[in-house]
């Protein structure tokens, strides 16, 4: 088989005719609709895996080797900014991609990076490892939101998507009790290998299991489908146009993706900081074990599944599709639920891990928003690129949340490290505050700066 054969699977499959009837137009949605929930759940639930496997056993790892903290979130920092680059990179890639592909070879690249961490011991192979698997990690999300946007319409997307996201919640939820267990029991690196077999196997599972576009396969849209009249205004606003008209246009000129870049940029410094770094907390300041600690972050992840459905549904139910008013009343949940746990001064563990429930109730549900919002906001055909854009401004949050933040703690303590994460929840507020006059249908033209 030649290169450009084998490239051509890449490529997103062309449009067919609609030659059923609505009967079978019916079924075929119906039946693909749920495989492909299915199989997007699954996969990011194991991309989160292979993403977050590092900093379950972190602590473990830092001890084994001696090395200091900032050791680690040098890595960590160099993971979050090459991730977000590749977010970009990838949305605009998986825009023209085939995404069963795209996402399923991205995740056993991802699983081979993870079993080969585990057979590694110097800082440059380490850092190097890490950084290739976040450009692979770049491919997790992407081909997730261009068929969410493909085959759920405007009305119902909320919901959709809200469960979708959920996937790192259990995946988040999942890893730190399985890496910590296998940290204790056989040592830190079996926490690399373990969740990369995973990784292998699911991915060659997505190849099999997903789909592309519904106009692939033959069907009529899903807002000709659902005759969602919103879908269908964006469907005809959707012009074909070249790609880099399509970024220019709708991504780069676009003053209401710009806006919620910023935010998001504060919404992960949060997010991460509080994932990365709590369980660091807790063994340093409340005295807790590894596996004790990452089982308070556990409940992190059960407070951002329910948040992430809450938020979703509560944007369709109370506001008709408009996701800033909700973002900003979550945002405010931020703030609370993190000075509870900065001034929560008892070692009393319900307490805490309810404490960690609640910011992950109120965090995951803007970090889902915000990355929904763009997608609506933008061109139909670049959904992925979107994503992505503000993606990168999100994971460079992250990159501030892992070299910076470790020093701004090595020099201020966890008081600096909690004022410093109340002031960017502040700062993400502030800046959806322009877009609340925004009307839920967003002039895709006319938002440009």
């Known amino acids: 088989m030649s290169l450009r054969t084998w490239l051509s699977w890449l490529r997103a499959q062309p449009e067919a005719p609609v030659d059923k009837n609505q009967e079978e137009i019916n079924a075929s949605y119906r039946h693909w609709r749920l495989h492909i929930m299915l199989g997007l759940y699954a996969g990011y639930a194991v991309y989160y895996f292979t993403r977050r496997s590092f900093n379950s056993i972190l602590p473990a790892m830092l001890d084994d080797l001696g090395w200091e903290r900032a050791a680690g979130g040098a890595i960590l920092s160099m993971f979050y900014i090459v ?17 069963r592909y795209f996402m399923g070879l991205g995740l056993i690249a991802t699983g081979v990076i993870n079993i080969l961490f585990g057979f590694s011991s110097s800082l440059l192979a380490f850092t190097a490892l890490w950084t290739l698997n976040a450009f692979f990690q770049g491919w997790g999300w992407p081909p997730c939101a261009k068929l969410m946007t493909a085959w759920y319409s405007r009305n ?5 998507w809200a469960i979708c996201n959920t996937s790192h919640n259990v995946g988040g939820a999942l890893i730190p009790l399985l890496a910590g267990a296998l940290a204790m029991a056989y040592g830190w690196r079996y926490g690399m290998i373990v969740p990369g077999v995973i990784g292998i196997a699911v991915g060659l599972l997505l190849c099999v299991r997903l789909r592309d576009r519904p106009a ?3 069907l009529p849209t899903v807002g000709a489908w659902r005759r969602d009249e919103l879908e269908l205004e964006q469907e005809r606003n959707s012009a074909k146009l070249p790609m880099w008209q399509v970024l220019r ?5 676009n003053r209401f993706i710009w806006l919620l870049a910023a935010s998001y940029l504060f919404v992960y410094v949060v997010r991460i900081g509080i994932n990365d770094w709590g369980n660091k907390f807790l063994q340093e300041q409340h005295g807790y074990a590894l596996l004790k600690a990452n089982s308070a972050i556990f409940w992190l992840e059960v407070g951002g599944f329910i948040g992430t459905i809450v938020a979703g549904w509560g944007s369709d139910r109370f506001f008709r599709g408009n996701r800033v008013p909700m973002n900003i009343i979550f945002t405010l949940g931020i703030l609370l639920s993190v000075l509870l746990l900065w001034t929560l001064r008892v070692d009393h563990y319900l307490l805490i891990a309810g404490s960690f429930f609640f910011i992950g109730f109120f965090i995951f549900g803007p970090q889902m928003l915000i990355g929904m919002a763009a997608a609506e ?4 055909e670049s959904a992925g690129a979107a994503t992505g854009f503000v993606g990168v401004f999100g994971y460079l949050g992250a990159a501030l949340s892992g070299y910076p933040l470790a020093k701004v703690t090595d020099a201020w303590g966890w008081d600096g490290f909690f004022l410093a994460l109340s002031v960017t929840t502040m700062l993400s507020a502030v800046l959806l505050l322009p877009l609340l006059g925004q009307r839920k249908r967003v002039k895709l033209a006319d938002e440009r700066i």
Do not use: I, L
Not at 83 to 99: E, I
Not at 156 to 160: K, N, S, T, V
Not at 377 to 380: E, M, Q, S
């Open 83 to 99: 991730y977000g680059v590749s977010r970009f990179v990838s949305g605009m890639m998986s825009d023209f991609a085939n995404p």
């Open 156 to 160: 119902e997307r909320g919901f959709w």
């Open 216 to 218: 692939s396969m033959g």
């Open 249 to 253: 246009r709708y991504v780069f000129g």
């Open 377 to 380: 906001a933008a061109h139909k």
